[in-house]
């Protein structure tokens, strides 16, 4: 089951995706699914109405468009820690980003222009489903709701050169594109076989698979539990493989006109343009 979720006639409404059509779903906001998900699961494909529009024609919100928090993982691939120059941590390195960061598919992703070096950085993007607090490898598996595309765009010149907080260097407004919609997983395992790809104007920059992590979803979750409770509709994007921006010669920065897409297996392609404000 593919659920996305976009405005209808003024209102955000979660949307069953059948096919390339969007369905509305009658008597559940987004924001009341992802709250009680296992509560309403099982009413989705009855509660669905007529198609409105193709997947590609639809003005879409983020997926999860208002989750309790937002959690990120820094170097959970080995190789991208190293092209970053050290190496994998002993422990997982968690940031919190700002949900006010999130944009939608073909939302832009507006850089203002005292960042200089904006870079993006293609994830797979847990969403959880269940109320985790100390939860073993095991119960955080069975918690994972599915799965999404997400770009932990980031300014690296607030993360390394002004030495700011990785939170404020990854939380600008726009900075957290999601979507186009959340792959709902009904067994586990099949996160295991997940890969990413990051596309910079077509040309591929990033790839990755769940197999390499340092951490994989479970748990990564089971992890970040024994240090915060995690809540139903909670994100965690998952961490970015190797060849970002930044670690590139010359660094490749994110720049006017850019089209960034993020490509999650067994999902639609996340696609946000670049805008550069000048003043």
Known sequence: MKLAAGI????????????????????????????????HLDQVEAL?????????????????????????????????AREMG?????????????????????EPIVVPPYIEKPDYEGE??????????????????????????????????????????????KSLDTFAPLGPYVEIVDDPSRLEDLCLETRLDGEKMQHGCVQDMT????????????????????????GTPPGVGHARSPPRYLRHGDVVEVRVTGLDPLRNPVVRKTG
């Open 8 to 39: 209808v006639d003024g209102e955000p409404r979660l949307l069953l995706v059948s096919g390339d059509t969007l369905r509305p779903v009658g008597g559940v906001s987004p924001a009341e699914f992802y709250s009680h998900p296992h509560r």
């Open 86 to 106: 050290g190496e994998p941590p002993s422990e997982p390195e968690l940031f919190l980003k700002a949900p006010s960061a999130l944009v939608g598919h073909m």
């Open 215 to 238: 951490l994989p979803p479970a748990r990564l979750l089971a992890y970040i539990s024994s240090l915060m409770t995690l809540h139903p509709g909670d994100l965690v994007y998952s």
């Open 124 to 169: 797979i993007v847990l969403v959880v489903g269940r109320r985790l607090r100390h939860a073993s490898p095991g119960e955080a598996a069975e918690a994972i709701l599915g799965y999404t595309a997400g770009n932990d765009v980031t300014a690296r010149d607030f993360q390394f050169d002004q030495k700011r907080p990785w939170s404020l260097a």
């Open 48 to 80: 669905a109405e007529e198609p409105i529009a193709r997947l590609g024609e639809a003005k879409l919100l983020p997926p999860v468009p208002r989750p309790g928090k937002i959690v990120g993982v820094g170097r959970n691939y080995a190789s991208h």
